[in-house]
Every structure is written in structure tokens, then in C-alpha cells.
């Protein structure tokens, strides 16, 4: 949670959808802070901060997913403890299917529609045109010139669509039907020609 009192917003951070980047931006150009008490992805909101704008970032469910996969199981340390539970955590498909199944108590493994059920939003921006999204915010003020990535994991895993197969894509439309359904992203589905859109 971060608010800014001037420009009257209550930002919402949901796990791996770019919070240090929006951290970032939102606390040198917009005098954002992180109220006292308040955790990085709290869910609270404030009392005086009831009626800000609130807002929230998005992201593509399967992107989503490999990213939470890599960060817990691919980087060094075992921080959320996912790789030792994983039976097989270096396979994506396998770890999706172990979240599934086991559905760890993580905020990492909340789907996003999830979070957003406690935090109503006014707005909700697509992690894929970020930069431009934030744009559409009624506090937007020209900054930043160019929006900074933090924490990007993209260089060192490719793009998430390297690790799609019929039981990945199977088992991250299990993990969060709600999320396709509620922010417009298009489920894939796989036949035995290969993916296809649905």
C-alpha cells in the first residue's frame, strides 16, 4: 500500500506486477509514502485515505505465473520456501501443478482477483502498457520521462510463452479462472496441434 495525501491516491500493490517500479515512481514524483504499520502488499486502506483514488497494476496471468515461479524457484535462497516443497521445483509446469494442487498460503499464490476483492479499485493498469497507462491517471504530471524497471527478471528466464505446454497452460488456468475472466485476458488453450487461442 502506498498513499499520497497531496494527490489524494491509495496505490495497491499486488505480488509480481511491478510494485518496486510503481514504488519507485510513485515516491519520487508524487510524494507517495507507505503509511506506518503497512506492509509492502498490505490490503488495508487507511481511514483518511478512504476516499483517494485507488488504484491497482495487472498482469497477464501466465506471465504472472512464471514470474512467481522464477522468483521463488530459480533465484538463490529459498525465501518463500517454495523450492524445497516443490517436489520438482525446476520444472515450470510441475510447480504450477504443485501450487494447484497444494494451493501454498502465500500472498504470492493470491490470485489478483483475489486481492482486489478485499481493495475495491477505481482503476486498474495493465502491467503490459505500463508506461502508458500510467498516463490515464488524474494525477499524472508528466514524470516520468521514461519509466524505470526494478527488479526485472525478464532478461535472465526469456519471455513467459517459452514455458507454455498443454499441462502448464492447463494448470495456470486452474490457478486463476478469475483473473482471465475479470481483467480481459485471453485464456490459451492447447490442442494437440500445438497452442491455440481461445
Given at each position: 500500500?502506498?498513499?499520497?495525501?497531496?494527490?489524494?491516491?491509495?496505490?495497491?500493490?499486488?505480488?509480481?506486477?511491478?510494485?518496486?517500479?510503481?514504488?519507485?515512481?510513485?515516491?519520487?514524483?508524487?510524494?507517495?509514502?507507505?503509511?506506518?504499520?503497512?506492509?509492502?502488499?498490505?490490503?488495508?486502506?487507511?481511514?483518511?485515505?478512504?476516499?483517494?483514488?485507488?488504484?491497482?497494476?495487472?498482469?497477464?496471468?501466465?506471465?504472472?505465473?512464471?514470474?512467481?515461479?522464477?522468483s521463488t524457484c530459480k533465484r538463490d535462497g529459498?525465501?518463500?520456501?517454495?523450492?524445497?516443497?516443490?517436489?520438482?521445483?525446476?520444472?515450470?509446469?510441475?510447480?504450477?501443478?504443485?501450487?494447484?494442487?497444494?494451493?501454498?498460503?502465500?500472498?504470492?499464490?493470491?490470485?489478483?482477483?483475489?486481492?482486489?476483492?478485499?481493495?475495491?479499485?477505481?482503476?486498474?493498469?495493465?502491467?503490459?502498457?505500463?508506461?502508458?497507462?500510467?498516463?490515464?491517471?488524474?494525477?499524472?504530471?508528466?514524470?516520468?520521462?521514461?519509466?524505470?524497471?526494478?527488479?526485472?527478471?525478464?532478461?535472465?528466464?526469456?519471455?513467459?510463452?517459452?514455458?507454455?505446454?498443454?499441462?502448464?497452460?492447463?494448470?495456470?488456468?486452474?490457478?486463476?479462472?478469475?483473473?482471465?475472466?475479470?481483467?480481459?485476458?485471453e485464456r490459451i488453450d492447447w490442442d494437440d496441434?500445438?497452442?491455440?487461442?481461445?
Amino acid at each position: 500500500m502506498m498513499i499520497s495525501d497531496k494527490h489524494r491516491f491509495a496505490y495497491t500493490g499486488i505480488t509480481k506486477t511491478a510494485t518496486q517500479s510503481m514504488y519507485d515512481v510513485l515516491a519520487r514524483h508524487y510524494m507517495g509514502y507507505r503509511p506506518a504499520g503497512y506492509g509492502h502488499h498490505d490490503l488495508r486502506v487507511p481511514a483518511h485515505a478512504q476516499e483517494y483514488f485507488r488504484f491497482a497494476v495487472v498482469r497477464n496471468p501466465y506471465d504472472r505465473a512464471v514470474s512467481m515461479w522464477w522468483s521463488t524457484c530459480k533465484r538463490d535462497g529459498d525465501k518463500y520456501g517454495f523450492r524445497a516443497a516443490c517436489p520438482d521445483p525446476d520444472n515450470f509446469g510441475a510447480f504450477m501443478r504443485w501450487v494447484v494442487e497444494t494451493r501454498p498460503d502465500s500472498e504470492l499464490t493470491r490470485t489478483q482477483a483475489d486481492h482486489l476483492r478485499a481493495v475495491p479499485v477505481n482503476k486498474t493498469l495493465r502491467f503490459e502498457s505500463l508506461a502508458d497507462d500510467f498516463k490515464t491517471l488524474p494525477f499524472y504530471n508528466g514524470d516520468p520521462a521514461e519509466w524505470p524497471r526494478i527488479n526485472t527478471t525478464v532478461e535472465n528466464r526469456g519471455h513467459w510463452s517459452r514455458y507454455m505446454n498443454a499441462d502448464s497452460v492447463e494448470m495456470v488456468n486452474r490457478w486463476c479462472p478469475c483473473d482471465f475472466d475479470r481483467f480481459g485476458y485471453e485464456r490459451i488453450d492447447w490442442d494437440d496441434d500445438g497452442r491455440v487461442e481461445s
